[in-house]
């Protein structure tokens, strides 16, 4: 059974950092492809960023230059670095991994707030 827990989200004003970390069990992590995708209220579930097997990252336009993904396998870990913070980065923040066959696993989610 896969688990994907995240953590690190919280309140910061705008221009400040989190990062956010996304902890995974039961699976052999450096085999899958992951992704934080962020949902804000009303709107659907969008991308956020990806990191393939290969450390191949993919970025939506709107965090390019301000987000960092990056993972590390021996911790079964992966980050979303967040630096530049707007209050249009408010969102609940998921972990997702996506097996080869393309079967996807979520996490719970992290709130991020910024606010002044």
């Known amino acids: 059974q896969v688990q994907l827990v995240e953590s690190g989200g919280g309140l910061v004003q705008p221009g400040g950092s989190l990062r956010l970390s996304c902890a995974a069990s039961?699976?052999?992590?450096?085999?899958?492809?992951m992704g934080w995708y962020r949902q804000a209220p009303g709107k659907q579930r969008e991308l956020v960023a990806t990191i393939s097997r290969g450390d191949r990252t993919n970025y939506v336009d709107s965090v390019k230059g301000r987000f960092t993904i990056s993972r590390d396998n021996a911790k079964s870990t992966v980050y979303l670095r967040m630096n530049s913070l707007k209050p249009e980065d408010t969102a609940v923040y998921f972990c997702?991994?996506?097996?080869?066959?393309?079967?996807?696993?979520w996490g719970q989610g992290t709130q991020v707030t910024v606010s002044s």
């Open positions: 997702n991994l996506r097996t080869p066959i393309g079967t996807d696993y």
């Open positions: 039961g699976a052999i992590f450096g085999t899958y492809a």
